[in-house]
């Protein structure tokens, strides 16, 4: 069974600078989906340094339900515009606006963080016919765009676990805007794992940290490196008790698979 993820609080990062630990790795779980294909930057990784490398996913999203959704009150036909940051967000909201028999109107306005998130919404809707608006990367850029349409009705889908800037921006701004959640971050089941006895974790969300003492309440790290990717799962890692050996991104390596691989370079150094 699947449980609720909440928020952590966060702690100053912490990266290990003990030498002791530097210990060659030669196995490392990556807590997210196995990538499509060989085409992979872990799959490169594995190869060059003889590694095996697993995939599971620690977190999964759970769209709410219509009657959840009523809960909060919310009239959907109240906005002119809706805001998603995912396909999660689109999955949930076309989902619920089903199940309540809510046709869309055609005049109904889309802001979506990204290009794929807006080609994402042809599953739904016929989008030539539509007045869709993106940006290209990030909520910064979809802000931007947003500032030119101050008078829209904004409904902003998404999870309990959200980040703050575009909330902020939309209050600070005056804009009119409600937020709803539409799905929930929850610890994925882990249960058919006897355990996770690894060379390397890596970490990509606090949720996921949160997932592992969800499945393992009792996991000792011991000589198990962690890795994580971003200040906030780092963050949440320390919180954790547990000891940060390899943080991404860095200056010279912007991914997870190049934090672990110059983490390998100086085990492998200092072992020589």
Do not use: W
Request: hydrophobic share 40%; charged share 25%.
């Amino acid at each position: 069974m699947s449980k609720e993820i909440t928020p952590v609080n966060t702690t100053t990062v912490q990266v290990n600078t003990d030498s002791s630990r530097f210990k060659k790795v030669q196995s490392i779980l990556i807590t997210q989906p196995k990538p499509e294909g060989d085409k992979s930057p872990y799959h490169d990784l594995a190869k060059k340094y003889n590694l095996t490398i697993d995939f599971r996913a620690f977190i999964q999203v759970e769209g709410l339900t219509a009657k959840d959704f009523r809960k909060q009150k919310i009239n959907i036909l109240d906005h002119t515009a809706i805001i998603f940051t995912s396909k999660n967000a689109v999955d949930s909201f076309f989902k619920i606006a089903a199940e309540l028999k809510i046709e869309m109107p055609a005049e109904m306005k889309y802001f979506c963080v990204t290009e794929q998130t807006a080609n994402y919404l042809q599953k739904y809707i016929v989008i030539r016919k539509r007045k869709i608006f993106s940006g290209t990367k990030t909520a910064q850029e979809l802000i931007e765009i947003m500032k030119k349409h101050k008078t829209e009705k904004y409904l902003y889908p998404c999870s309990d676990i959200r980040k703050d800037d575009i909330p902020q921006f939309m209050a600070k701004n005056s804009f009119t805007f409600t937020e709803s959640i539409m799905y929930k971050t929850v610890a994925s089941d882990l249960s058919d794992l006897k355990e996770v006895k690894y060379d390397v974790l890596a970490f990509f969300s606090p949720s996921g940290v949160q997932s592992l003492f969800t499945n393992f309440p009792d996991f000792v790290q011991e000589g198990t490196r962690i890795a994580a990717f971003g200040t906030t799962t780092a963050k949440a890692a320390v919180e954790a008790g547990l000891i940060l050996d390899i943080l991404a991104p860095q200056p010279n390596a912007p991914s997870m698979t190049g934090a672990i691989e110059l983490y390998i370079k100086q085990v492998d150094g200092d072992n020589k």
